[in-house]
């Protein structure tokens, strides 16, 4: 199975920072990367497909690069209503596994 | 708009079977892969299975294998989750998720239901 590591597993940042957030693949999934959000209580959300493609009505300011084993979630200005877990899934192989999640909350 | 329902979650004991059922609208079903994700209380995402527009192609996780059978109906825009001899490690909630380009992601989830296995 492919292993997906991400760093950090929690930040604090204030409204308007940038946040990055790493996903790390235990192998090569070129570019089959998915980002979802979750906020409490909710279903999660995807916000990135194919590592770097927004999901349609998705804000700018979220962003996806990379490709091979890492990749980063970037947010360029975060906002009140990003505080949530972040996770990352590959989509190269099954079983479709998951990072353990980052919780962005606020400073 | 797309909506799906889950529906069929509650208090099972350990060894006992749950049928899960996932209601799909505002979208062709029978063109859609079709997933099951759970998430555990306060733990992460885990997939748990995964089944072709057709129905022909299936897979799971190994945490499930020999235990959970996922199955569709297109005529009634329905996905299923047969759940036998659960465990008290299958308590979690469980989201249905519309998955788009052949499985590579899931677009839309519905609002989950839990299922608590429990003496």
């Known amino acids: 199975d492919i292993q997906m590591t991400q760093s950090p597993s929690s930040l604090s940042a204030s409204v308007g920072n940038r946040v990055a957030i790493t996903c790390r693949a235990s192998q090569s999934i070129t570019n089959f990367l998915n980002w979802y959000q979750q906020k409490p209580g909710k279903a999660p959300k995807l916000l990135i497909y194919a590592a770097s493609s927004l999901q349609s009505g998705v804000p700018s300011r979220f962003s996806g690069s990379g490709a091979g084993t890492e990749f980063t979630l970037t947010i360029s200005s975060l906002q009140p209503e990003d505080f949530a877990t972040y996770y990352c899934?590959?989509?190269?192989?099954?079983?479709?596994?998951f990072g353990q999640g980052t919780k962005v909350e606020i400073k | 708009q797309v909506q799906l329902v889950e529906s069929g979650g509650g208090l099972v004991k350990p060894g006992g079977s749950l049928r899960l059922s996932c209601a799909a609208s505002?979208?062709?079903?029978?063109?859609?892969?079709m997933s099951w994700i759970r998430q555990a209380p306060g733990k992460g995402l885990e997939w748990v299975s995964y089944i072709s527009s057709s129905g022909r192609t299936i897979y799971y996780a190994d945490s499930v294998k020999g235990r959970f059978t996922i199955s569709r109906d297109n005529a009634k825009n329905s996905l299923y989750l047969q759940m036998n001899s659960l465990r008290a490690e299958d308590t979690a909630v469980y989201y249905c998720?519309?998955?788009?380009?052949?499985?590579?992601?899931?677009?839309?989830w519905g609002q989950g239901t839990l299922v608590t296995v429990s003496s």
């Open positions: 899934q590959q989509s190269h192989s099954t079983p479709r596994t």
């Open positions: 505002g979208f062709t079903f029978s063109d859609y892969y």
């Open positions: 998720a519309r998955d788009a380009r052949l499985g590579d992601y899931s677009d839309y």
